[in-house]
C-alpha cells in the first residue's frame, strides 16, 4: 500500500447526497492508508449520515455548524480550512458546487471552502438530469477552469433513483487515487495578483494555462555569512526582499518554486521549497542538489570573498595584537551554473548590484558570466534599494538595454517573471 497519505490532513465536506454513506467508507480507506480525516457534515448531509458515525471513523468529532461557540474557540473555521492539506467534498452536491463557483458562504461548508488556502478536491454526486443541467455545467466549467478546482467523477451508472447516465459518485478508493495524485501537486491555490511576499500568503489560481505551469524555477535570495569565526561573519546588505517576491511571482505564475537563500529576516511564500544556507560554497551546493531547473534566477548577493582559515575557536583580544585576515575567492555561483553545459536551465538570469557605472558593470557581467539577461540595480546608499521596498531595474541582455521605472519590488518581481515566462516559452 502507499504511504503517500501517511501523516496528511485532510478536511472532507460530506454533502447531502444518498451517496454520503460512501463518505463514510472513504473516512476508513484514508485512515487506514494513514491520513488524519477532519469531517464537515452539511446540515443536509447530516439527513444521510449521522454525525456519531463520522465522528467514530474521523476519530475526531465533527463539525456541522458555523455559529458553534464551542467549535470555533477550539477550531476557528478559518484555522480549520487552513490546517489541512487537502480539502476534499465527497459527495459534492449540486448545491455545494453552485455555492463555490458562487463564493457563497452561509453555512460551515461554504465558508470552509471560500476560505481555504489550499487546493480542493470534488467528489460530485447527483441525478443525471441535475449533473447535465447548464447551471450545474456551467459551475464545474467555472471551478475546474477557471478557479483550479480539482474533479474525480462523476461516473456512468445506475442511480438510486432509477435514472442512468453521469452523475453516480466515484469510487472510494478512485478517490483516494485522486486524492493522492493531487497531493502529489501544489497545495497552495494562487491568487490573482500578489500579497506581499514577506507578509505571508501569496498564491492564487492553480491552472494548466499559467504562464509557467510544469515549469521548475530556482531562484537563490539574500546575502551569505562568510564566518571569520564561530561568532563573527562577513555580510552584506541584501534584505532577500526582491529574490523572495519574484520566488513568490513565480509560484502564482504556476511553478514550482525553489528558493536557495541566505539570512534573511522574511517569511518564505507558502508553497515554495526553501532551502536555507549560510555560506556562498553552501549556496552553490544547494543550487546543484535542486537542478535540474527549467530557469535559474540567481538574485543571491553572493558574497565574492571568505575569509581564508577562518578560525574554529573564537578569535581572542590579547598579546597577538589586532589580527589580520586573508581573503579568498568563493565560487561564482551564477557563472558555474550559466556555462554547466550538461544541466544549464534553459534561462539563467543574474542580478548586477552596482554603486556605480550599473549598465556598463551589467553589460560586462553578462558577457563574462554566460548568462542570458542580468537584471541591474543601483545600491548606492541614496537609492534606498538595499533593504529597501522599491526598485528600478535595467534589464541587459544580447539584444541591449532596457530601463524600467521605479516600482515597488512585488511589481517588479510580477513584471520580471512574466518577461522570464515569455523568454522560456520562446526557447522551449
Ligand atoms: C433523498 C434525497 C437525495 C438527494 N440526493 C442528492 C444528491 O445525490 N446530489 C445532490 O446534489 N443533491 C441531492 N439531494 C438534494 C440535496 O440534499 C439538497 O440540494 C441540499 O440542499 C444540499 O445541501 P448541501 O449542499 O448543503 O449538502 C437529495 C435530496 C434528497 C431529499
Known amino acids: 500500500m502507499s504511504t503517500t497519505l501517511v501523516g496528511k490532513r485532510i478536511l472532507l465536506i460530506i454533502g447531502g447526497g444518498i451517496a454520503a454513506y460512501k463518505g463514510l467508507e472513504l473516512i476508513r480507506r484514508l485512515r487506514e492508508r494513514g491520513a ?20 467514530a471513523l474521523t476519530g475526531d468529532k465533527v463539525y456541522t455548524d458555523l455559529f458553534s461557540l464551542t467549535d470555533e474557540a477550539e477550531m476557528g473555521h478559518i484555522e480549520m480550512s487552513r490546517d489541512a492539506d487537502l480539502l476534499v467534498v465527497a459527495p459534492a452536491t449540486a448545491d455545494l458546487l453552485a455555492k463555490m463557483a458562487q463564493g457563497l458562504a452561509n453555512d460551515l461548508a461554504s465558508t470552509t471552502l471560500l476560505a481555504t488556502d489550499k487546493r480542493v478536491l470534488v467528489a460530485p454526486a447527483m441525478n443525471v438530469r441535475m449533473w447535465l443541467h447548464p447551471a450545474t455545467q ?6 475546474r477552469d477557471e478557479d483550479g478546482v480539482l474533479f474525480v467523477g462523476p461516473n456512468d451508472g445506475e442511480m438510486a433513483c432509477g435514472e442512468y447516465g453521469p452523475g453516480r459518485l466515484a469510487e472510494p478508493l478512485e478517490i483516494v487515487a485522486a486524492i493522492e495524485k493531487a497531493l502529489a501537486g501544489p497545495t497552495f491555490i494562487p491568487l490573482p495578483g500578489s500579497v506581499r511576499a514577506d507578509t505571508r500568503l501569496l498564491p492564487a489560481k492553480i491552472g494548466k494555462d499559467l504562464p509557467l505551469a510544469g515549469k521548475h524555477v530556482l531562484v537563490t535570495a539574500g546575502p551569505t555569512h562568510e564566518p571569520i569565526d564561530p561568532v563573527r561573519y562577513i ?35 507558502p508553497g515554495v521549497n526553501l532551502v536555507p544556507v549560510e555560506t556562498a560554497r553552501e549556496m552553490l551546493e544547494a543550487v546543484r542538489t535542486a537542478m535540474p531547473a527549467d530557469i535559474g534566477i540567481f538574485a543571491a548577493a553572493v558574497a565574492d570573498w571568505r575569509v581564508a582559515d577562518a578560525g574554529a575557536q573564537k578569535i581572542k583580544k590579547g598579546a597577538e595584537g589586532t589580527p589580520s585576515f586573508s581573503l579568498v575567492e568563493n565560487p561564482d555561483i551564477l557563472a558555474t551554473i550559466a556555462q554547466d553545459k550538461a544541466r544549464r536551465p534553459s534561462l539563467v538570469v543574474g542580478f548586477a548590484a552596482e554603486t556605480e557605472h550599473v549598465v556598463e558593470h551589467a553589460k560586462a557581467k553578462l558577457a563574462r558570466k554566460g548568462c542570458d539577461l542580468i537584471v541591474a540595480n543601483d545600491v548606492s546608499p541614496e537609492s534606498g534599494v ?11 541582455s544580447a539584444s541591449g538595454v532596457e530601463t524600467w521605472p521605479d516600482m515597488d519590488k512585488d511589481a517588479v518581481a510580477r513584471a520580471l517573471v512574466a518577461r522570464f515566462g515569455e523568454m522560456a516559452n520562446a526557447t522551449a
Do not use: C, W
Open 36 to 55: 488524519d480525516v477532519r469531517a464537515i457534515l452539511t446540515k443536509a448531509g447530516e439527513a444521510f449520515v449521522t454525525p456519531l458515525s463520522v465522528s
Open 138 to 143: 456551467r459551475n464545474i466549467a467555472q471551478l
Open 235 to 269: 555580510a552584506n546588505r541584501s534584505s532577500g526582499k526582491q529574490g523572495y517576491a519574484i520566488a513568490a511571482a513565480a509560484l502564482a505564475a504556476g511553478a514550482r518554486v525553489t528558493l536557495v537563500s541566505g539570512p534573511v529576516s522574511l517569511l518564505p511564500p
Open 386 to 396: 538595499m533593504g529597501g521596498d522599491r526598485n528600478r531595474v535595467h534589464l541587459v
